[in-house]
C-alpha cells in the first residue's frame, strides 16, 4: 500500500463517517415534536407520509453513497489506473479519455438506477412524480451527453494543454510571462465555461417547454413590484414542470446580462396570485440587495487558480514532482491525467467541504434577507402561506436538525424561516402601531419603503 492510495482510503471512510454523522442527527430530530411555527404544516396522517417518505430517501441516499464509495475505491484503490497504463500508456489522449469515459459510463450507470428508483418507485408512491419513462430517458440522455461532453473535452483539452505547456514554458518562465501564460490559459477555460454553461441553458431548454407570461394585470403586478431595481426583469416565463412533478417553484434565472423569472406552471394552477406576488418580491429582494463578499468567492478562487498556474509555468517542475508522486504509487509508466485529477479533486475535498459550509451560512443570510424584501412589501402571510403548503405538498423536512442545516442547508429550514417573518410582520405591526400616535412617531419618515428596508435589515442581522 502506497501513501496515495492510503490518504484515498483515509478521505473516503472520513466522508462515509461525516454522512453518517449528520444522518444520524437527522434521523434523532424526527423524533423531536415541531415546533409552533411550522406545527400546523402536516397533519396526522400527512406527517406520518412524510415520516415513510423520508425514511425511504434516507435508504436510498445510503445506498448510493455506499455505491459511490465502491466505484471511487475500485478506480483509485484496485489496479485500474495500470491496467489503463498497460492497454493504452503511450497514447496520451486515449490514455485520458477512456480512464475518464469508463469511470463515466459506471458512475452514470449507477446514478441513472438510482435516480429511476428515485422517481418511479419512492416519489410515484407518495404521488410526487408526473414524469413518464420516456421523458425520463430523454432527460437523462441529454444530462449524460452534457457531462461527457464537458467532462471529457474538458480533459482532452487539457491533456493538449500539458504537452504543449512544457515545449512553451522550457526550463521555466520569468514571474511576468508566467502570469501572462496563466492569463491566457485562464482566459480559454473561462470560454469554456462560459460556452458549458451555455450547454446547460440549452439542455434545459430542451427539456423544458418555455412560454412568456401573457401581458395582463399579473404582469403588470410584477413589473410594479420591481419599481426600485435599476434594470428589470422584462423576462417572464411559464416553464411545464406539470409534464414532470407536482413541483411548484419560482425562480429567477441569472448568466451574466441574460435574466427571466422562472414560474413552473403548476405554481400558476395551484396557488393564488398574491403567493405568486409573495414569491416573486423574494426574488426582487435578491436583485435589490447588493452583492456581498460570497459572490466574490468564484472571483477569488479563478484567482488563486490562475496564480497556481502561473507558479507551475514559473516552476515546471513542481507539477512534474506531484505526477511522478501519483506515478509511483500506481506503479504508471505513463502520466494520467485522470488519476491526477482524482488524486487532487479527493486531497481538495475537506477544503471544499469547509469552503460550501461557509458558504451556506452566507446564502442563508442572503435568503433572509430577501424574504425581508417580501414582508416589506405586504406580502408576509402570503409567504408563510406558500411555505406551509409547498412543504406540504412535497413532503419537506420542516424542522431539520439546527447543526445540519448550519452546515448543509443553503436556504434556511422551514421552522427557522416561518419563525423569523412572523416576527418580522409583528415589529412590522407595532412599527404602523406607533406611527398612528404622532407623540412618539412625529415624523412621517417611515413611510418611506427605504426606512422600512432598513428596519429589516436590522431585523435579519440576529
Ligand atoms: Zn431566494
Redesign the pocket.
Known sequence: MHTAQLIVIVLTAAGLAWDAWLSRRSERQFHRPLPPAVADVYDRDRYADFRAYHAEHERLSRASALAGVAITLAALVAPYFKWMDQALGARPYALAFWSYALIWVVKTTAETIFSYYDVFVIEARYGQNRRTRRAFAKDTALDAAESLAVGGGGLMFTTWLLSRLSAWTGGGLSAGRAVLAAGIVAAILFAGMLAAAGLELFVLTRQYRLTPLPEGPLRDQIMALQAGVKRPITRILVYNESAKSTRKNAFMFRFFGFKAFGIADNFLSGNSERELLAVLS??IG?LKHKRTLANFVPAILAAAGVLLLALCCARPGLPRAFDFWARRCYGLAHTNLMLDFALIKLVASPAAAALSVWHNFRSRR??KE?DMEAVGNGYGAELIATFKRLSRDQLVDVNPDPTVEALTYD?PGMAARIAYIEKAMADQADHLGQKINPKSMPSNKNKNPRANRRLFKSVQSF
Open positions: 423574494h426574488e435578491h442572503e435568503e430577501a436556504h
